[in-house]
T-cell receptor, first 114, second 115 residues
Framework: EAGVVQSPRYKIIEKKQPVAFWCNPI?????LYWYRQNLGQGPELLIR????????DSQLPKDRFSAERLKGVDSTLKIQPAELGDSAVYLC????????????FGPGTRLTVT | AQSVAQPEDQVNVAEGNPLTVKCTYS??????LFWYVQYPNRGLQFLLK??????LVKGSYGFEAEFNKSQTSFHLKKPSALVSDSALYFC?????????????FGAGTRLFVKA
C-alpha cells in the first residue's frame, strides 16, 4: 500500500514569493490534515479536511495561507506571500474518518524562506 | 483545553537496557492517546494507541505503553533498547468525548541508544 505522498521535499524561496505544497493521501482515507512543524517542536494543525470540506481551519493564517482539496483526494497548501517565519516543515497526514484512528504522515516539505 | 507534556528533551540509554519515554496529558473527557516516532528526514510513523480497554497496549517494534488514568500518563516503554530505536518520539492526545478530531502533539523526546 502506498503511503502519503508529498512534493516537493525541499523548497527554498525568497520572502514575499508564493509557494505551494502538494499532498496525495492514502487511498480510502477521507480525512486529510496539514501540519506545520517548527524545529524542536511537535506538529501543529493548520487545517483538516473531511472529504472536500475544510472542517477545522482555525489555526490557518488566512491572510496568507490557503488550501484546497478538490474532489476529496489530493490537496494543495499555498502561502502567498511567504515570510521568514514560515520556514518550517509542512506535513500532510491522512486517516480513516473516525476519531479513534491514527494518522499516517507523509515525509514533509522543508521550506526555507530567505 | 487539551495539552500534552513530554518532560524530557532527550533520553539516553545503553543498548539492551530498558527504556522509558514519559508523557502526561490533560483533556476534559476520555483521552485517545498515541505515540509516533520520527526518523531523520521522514514523516511521523504511528507506533501505538490507547482508546479503551486494557491499560497496557502493545505496538510496533516491541514498544508498549501503559495508560495510567490517575496519573494522567501514557509512558512509552521497551524492555530492551536497540541502537536503531534512536529517533524522535512524539506523544499525542485527542479528546474522545467531544467528538473532535484535533490531535495535540507534545514537543517530542529524542531517544539516543548507545551501543
Amino acid at each position: 500500500e502506498a503511503g502519503v505522498v508529498q512534493s516537493p521535499r525541499y523548497k527554498i524561496i525568497e520572502k514575499k514569493q508564493p509557494v505551494a505544497f502538494w499532498c496525495n493521501p492514502i487511498s480510502g482515507h477521507n480525512t486529510l490534515y496539514w501540519y506545520r512543524q517548527n524545529l524542536g517542536q511537535g506538529p501543529e494543525l493548520l487545517i483538516r479536511y473531511e472529504n472536500e470540506e475544510a472542517v477545522d481551519d482555525s489555526q490557518l493564517p488566512k491572510d496568507r495561507f490557503s488550501a484546497e482539496r478538490l474532489k476529496g483526494v489530493d490537496s494543495t497548501l499555498k502561502i502567498q506571500p511567504a515570510e521568514l517565519g514560515d520556514s518550517a516543515v509542512y506535513l500532510c497526514a491522512s486517516s480513516l474518518s473516525r476519531g479513534r484512528n491514527e494518522q499516517y504522515f507523509g515525509p514533509g516539505t522543508r521550506l526555507t524562506v530567505t | 483545553a487539551q495539552s500534552v507534556a513530554q518532560p524530557e528533551d532527550q533520553v539516553n540509554v545503553a543498548e539492551g537496557n530498558p527504556l522509558t519515554v514519559k508523557c502526561t496529558y490533560s483533556v476534559s473527557g476520555n483521552p485517545y492517546l498515541f505515540w509516533y516516532v520520527q526518523y531523520p528526514n521522514r514523516g511521523l510513523q504511528f507506533l501505538l494507541k490507547y482508546i479503551t480497554g486494557d491499560n497496557l497496549v502493545k505496538g510496533s517494534y516491541g514498544f508498549e505503553a501503559e495508560f495510567n488514568k490517575s496519573q494522567t500518563s501514557f509512558h512509552l516503554k521497551k524492555p530492551s533498547a536497540l541502537v536503531s530505536d534512536s529517533a524522535l518520539y512524539f506523544c499525542a492526545v485527542r479528546d474522545g468525548n467531544t467528538g473532535g478530531f484535533k490531535t495535540i502533539f507534545g514537543a517530542g523526546t529524542r531517544l539516543f541508544v548507545k551501543a
